[in-house]
């Protein structure tokens, strides 16, 4: 059964425009969450975070809004560049020793010029 | 600061075979996971380790697989015998605390073949 539902395999976008990804949890003991990004042929890189204790945090073009009610979290990129088309995971944990990041699969972000 | 190392990077080799994948965490860092990725289960926890000692091995698929961490700055997963459904790209993370609420960096990930 899985923790971390990104529901959205893909999502195609134009330049310029806002890219939108989504990520719902199960576990209501989850109190961090992070989004990575992954390129073709290499590793998942951290890209933004946010705690339970805020619903937004923002990072230049990135911004991340938490709905603790909903158990949904979001990704907002504006604007959006055609760099920015990767694999984007959502993960999930609770802020516990030993305990590690639950990962949704993914959503392909496609970014057109 | 060279990140995580893992190799090989690509490894094809023939069902029943052995296979070892290795991997250097960063310096420093106390924590240590393996995952697998695949098109249909996405990026999947196998294993991790806190200060060398295996803490939750429940990802691992059956008993063909099994990860050692001899000492803070290497680890091996092996797969005896592989089988075609093991194909897939293996990553290796690592993080500098014990705790769950921190960023993980990954290495490159190692893409198995097993005809």
């Known amino acids: 059964d899985q923790q971390v539902k990104q529901n959205s395999p893909s999502l195609s976008v134009q330049e310029g425009r806002i890219s939108i990804l989504n990520c719902d949890y199960t576990n209501s003991m989850f109190d961090y969450f992070l989004w990575y990004k992954k390129y073709p042929a290499e590793g998942p890189t951290f890209l933004i975070s946010?705690?339970?204790?805020?619903d937004k945090n923002e990072d230049g073009r990135f911004t991340v809004f938490l709905n603790k009610s909903a158990k949904h979290l979001s990704l907002h990129i504006v604007p959006s560049q055609p760099g920015d088309s990767a694999v984007y995971f959502c993960a999930a944990s609770s802020n516990q020793a030993g305990t590690a990041l639950i990962f949704g699969k993914g959503t392909t972000l496609s970014v057109s010029s | 600061d060279a990140g995580v190392i893992q190799s090989p990077r690509h490894e094809v080799t023939e069902m029943g075979q052995e296979v070892t994948l290795r991997c250097k965490p960063i310096?420093?860092?106390?924590?240590l996971f393996w995952y697998r990725q695949t098109m249909m289960r996405g990026l999947e926890l196998l294993i991790y380790?806190?200060?060398?000692?295996?803490?939750?091995d429940s990802g691992m698929p059956e008993d063909r697989f099994s990860a050692k961490m001899p000492n803070a700055s290497f680890s091996t997963l092996k797969i005896q015998p592989s089988e075609p459904r093991d194909s897939a790209v293996y990553f290796c993370a690592s993080t500098p605390n014990s705790g769950g609420a921190d960023t993980q960096y990954f290495g490159p990930g190692t893409r198995l073949t097993v005809l």
């Open positions: 310096s420093g860092h106390n924590s």
């Open positions: 380790f806190n200060n060398n000692v295996p803490i939750d």
């Open positions: 946010i705690s339970s204790i805020k």
